[in-house]
Nanobody, 122 residues
């Protein structure tokens, strides 16, 4: 099964951009649908964006990040990326990537990374 490791988090200022990466192990990465979540202290883990397996033609975004965040995948590098722009203090959270097999419309989110922390200062 795929193992996931996030990176790219850090401290940025409001209005800045940041690129998060999720590196996956294994030779079957292209078979997995991928997603990004975030969790702030005391809040539930929220789905931000998802991308379908293979060429990643199907993408979905939460309203809170639509137009500011972009999800993409590079199967040759076994990686999924979340490009974030116009960051706001409300984007401060731990960001996680997740993976699942099967239909992108039937998410199981059964593989998770350990998370990377993003802090946006005002």
């Amino acid at each position: 099964q795929v193992q996931l490791v996030e990176s790219g988090g850090g401290l940025v200022q409001a209005g800045d951009s940041l690129r998060l990466s999720c590196a996956a192990s294994g030779r079957t990465f292209s078979s997995y649908n991928m997603a990004w979540f975030r969790q702030s202290p005391g809040k539930e883990r929220d789905l931000l964006a998802s991308i379908s397996s293979g060429t990643g033609t199907i993408k979905h975004y939460a309203d809170s990040v639509k137009g500011r965040f972009t999800i993409s995948r590079d199967n040759a590098k076994n990686m999924v990326v979340l490009q974030m722009s116009s960051l706001e203090p409300e984007d401060t959270a731990v960001y996680y990537c997740a993976a699942w097999l099967g239909s992108v419309y039937d998410p199981k989110f059964d593989r998770w990374g350990q998370g990377t922390r993003v802090t946006v200062s005002s």
